[in-house]
Nanobody, 123 residues
C-alpha cells in the first residue's frame, strides 16, 4: 500500500513558478509509476504529467508541455512537479497518484491518491 501527501501549492502571479512535492510512504513507491492530475472547480480531474517507476520515461498533457517538469527521487520516496510560466488556467487542486509501472494519462490506472494541494494563479 502507498500513502501520498502533496505539498507546495499556493498563490502565485501569472508567469511565476511553483514546485509541488508528493511524499510517499510504503515499499511499493519505488516500483510504481507516478502521475500528477488536477481538478478545477466544476470540472473533471485531468491529466497533467506522469513518470515511470525508473524515472526514465515521462509524458505530459499538451497544455503543460514545455512549462512543467515531472521528476522523482526514489531515495527520498518523493515525486515533484516543477511548474514554470504559470497561467490563470492552471488554477486547480493538484493530486498525485501512484499505480502501474510505465506512467499513464488514464485515471483508472492509478490505485492510490493524495489529498491534493491548491494552486491558484492570479492574472
Amino acid at each position: 500500500q502507498v500513502q501520498l501527501v502533496e505539498s507546495g501549492g499556493g498563490l502565485v502571479r501569472a508567469g511565476g513558478s511553483l514546485r509541488l512535492s508528493c511524499a510517499a510512504s510504503g515499499r511499493t513507491f519505488r516500483s510504481s509509476a507516478m502521475g500528477w492530475f488536477r481538478q478545477a472547480p466544476g470540472k473533471e480531474r485531468e491529466f497533467v504529467a506522469a513518470i515511470s517507476w525508473t524515472g526514465r520515461s515521462t509524458i505530459y498533457a499538451d497544455s503543460v508541455k514545455g512549462r512543467f517538469t515531472i521528476s522523482r527521487d526514489n531515495a527520498k520516496n518523493t515525486v515533484y512537479l516543477q511548474m514554470n510560466s504559470l497561467k490563470p488556467e492552471d488554477t486547480a487542486v493538484y493530486y498525485c497518484g501512484a499505480g502501474g509501472t510505465r506512467g499513464s494519462a488514464d485515471l483508472s490506472n492509478y490505485d492510490y491518491w493524495g489529498q491534493g494541494t491548491q494552486v491558484t494563479v492570479s492574472s
